[in-house]
């Protein structure tokens, strides 16, 4: 009974849907289970109260299925978080071919950077690490792209060894701006309060150490 926004799916990097009825999801095919008599009905085990519970349920492919890195070919600037909101919950948002940036969140350069950026259908990408605090691939273009992420922006990502800067599109997602070339790139999570907070508590062993030295002398002296 649910609306599903297909576009924010791809962006979302959504490939099943689990439904516990059969019905249309547009852009998604409903499998057929070959171990039931070629039925669409799937059965899954669901736990309440630490009991299983067998129910049918089914299961839909999304048939757009996108890359975990992907290029997008044309960018639209906004100044209000309410109207990207609207443009990516819509039925025909489709990142690929148009994605939405707030301009409040770049500096001019990084603006007239984009605004001269023109999509290069040539562009490789090759995803070689996945994890949840850093993401390696390979890049190859001969113009500046802008590559998008199935991944929520968070300010704490970096680039290692590099001045590309990850920036927000789509209200939520990550962004690079990718300068023309072959490169290998390494997006890793540095928040600034994780780094402050290690040497901190670098400083506070030190302190128990000679607190304790200290303390070990003055009783055997």
């Given at each position: 009974g649910g609306v599903f926004h297909s576009g924010l799916l791809y962006q979302l990097n959504i490939k099943y849907i689990i439904h516990n009825k059969m019905g249309v999801i547009s852009d998604f095919n409903i499998l057929k289970n070959s171990l039931n008599n070629n039925s669409n009905e799937f059965q899954m085990s669901f736990f309440n109260n630490n009991n299983a519970v067998d129910r049918d349920v089914y299961?839909?492919?999304?048939?757009?299925?996108?890359?975990r890195i992907f290029v997008t070919?044309?960018?639209e600037f906004f100044d209000n978080e309410s109207v990207i909101l609207d443009k990516i919950i819509s039925q025909d948002f489709n990142p690929i071919e148009l994605s939405f940036i707030n301009k409040k969140d770049l500096r001019l350069d990084q603006i007239k950077a984009i605004k001269q950026i023109r999509y290069d259908n040539d562009t490789k990408i090759e995803?070689?690490?996945w994890s949840s605090d850093k993401i390696k691939f390979t890049y190859d273009s001969n113009s500046p792209q802008i590559i998008i992420l199935s991944e929520i922006f968070h300010p704490g990502w970096k680039v290692l060894n590099s001045e590309i800067e990850v920036?927000?599109?789509?209200?939520?997602f990550r962004a690079i701006i990718m300068p023309a070339g072959k490169k290998d790139?390494?997006?890793?999570?540095?928040?600034?309060d994780l780094i402050v907070g290690k040497w901190i508590s670098i400083f506070s062993y030190m302190v128990i150490i000679v607190l304790a030295f200290v303390s070990y002398r003055r009783k055997n002296v």
């Open positions: 299961i839909y492919k999304n048939k757009n299925f996108l890359d070919k044309n960018i995803l070689i690490d920036i927000r599109i789509n209200g939520l790139i390494i997006m890793q999570y540095k928040p600034i």
